[in-house]
């Protein structure tokens, strides 16, 4: 698999890349490069649609205020979309924006909000956070960009998902219980995670999802989480058991 190029800068671009293309930069991006970060003539850029891989680009400035990008050679390939569903009741504004970021960077490959009765926030953006997806696929070297879907009830989730996924209930009760080893006993290959609210589920919540033949409900140990710490824990739990380091 090709090495990652860390000191290059990135930028999503949605058009088809190909090697000989030219992409005629927006105002926003050709000020980004030229401007912002300065780069001019013949200067590179890695540039990525969440389709066709990762591109190199050369900067052609045509002026201060316009810009072209030549796409020459592919520098990693597409790799599969990631399956790995990400389920979480939305939160207040930076805390949301974290969550948006860590789910991207640990390899979500879609986004599902979920209204529960304890949800701080009960409208989104998807729009809002469409971009932060991509920034932080732009930042991190992501080249696949989750979907971002509206948000759903519970219920209305749980019976979305749960058809060809194992959801996997991030459950503040059984808190002494050993998570690496429930996962373990999965058998499925295809997976969401859970992840409740400040306040966590209701008792009304967790005996609905305790009913569901494709829950499995596991602790993240016995201390207590914010909802964007658990993010991190439980994302970071199941790739190690389910994901990308399994066997």
Not at 171 to 177: A, H, Y
Request: hydrophobic share 40%; aromatic share 6%; charged share 20%.
């Amino acid at each position: 698999m090709p090495r990652y190029d860390f000191t290059s800068q990135r930028l999503f671009m949605d058009v088809p890349l190909a090697a000989d293309n030219t992409i005629e930069l927006d105002r926003g991006q050709a000020n980004y490069l030229l401007n912002v970060l300065r780069l001019g003539e013949n200067d590179h850029i890695l540039v990525f649609n969440g389709r066709d891989g990762e591109w190199r680009a050369e900067i052609t400035p045509q002026g201060r205020k316009k810009a072209v990008l030549n796409v020459s050679e592919q520098t990693r390939p597409q790799p599969a979309a990631y399956d790995l569903i990400y389920m979480f009741a939305p939160l207040k504004q930076a805390r949301m924006e974290y969550v948006v970021q860590k789910a991207v960077e640990m390899g979500a490959g879609s986004l599902q909000p979920v209204l529960t009765e304890y949800t701080q926030l009960r409208k989104i953006n998807v729009e809002k956070m469409n971009l932060q997806a991509v920034e932080a696929a732009e930042q991190c070297g992501i080249l696949t960009i989750p979907s971002i879907e509206d948000l759903q009830p519970l219920e209305a989730a749980i019976g979305n998902t749960a058809n060809d996924h194992t959801i996997i209930f991030c459950d503040e009760g059984d808190l002494l219980q050993n998570p690496l080893s429930m996962l373990q006993d999965i058998q499925s290959q295809n997976f969401a995670i859970l992840v409740g609210p400040e306040g966590g589920f209701s008792e009304t919540e967790r005996k609905l999802l305790k009913a569901q033949n494709n829950v499995v409900a596991i602790p993240l140990g016995p201390r207590v989480l914010r909802a964007d710490t658990a993010a991190v824990a439980a994302l970071a739990l199941v790739q190690t058991v389910l994901g990308d380091w399994h066997d």
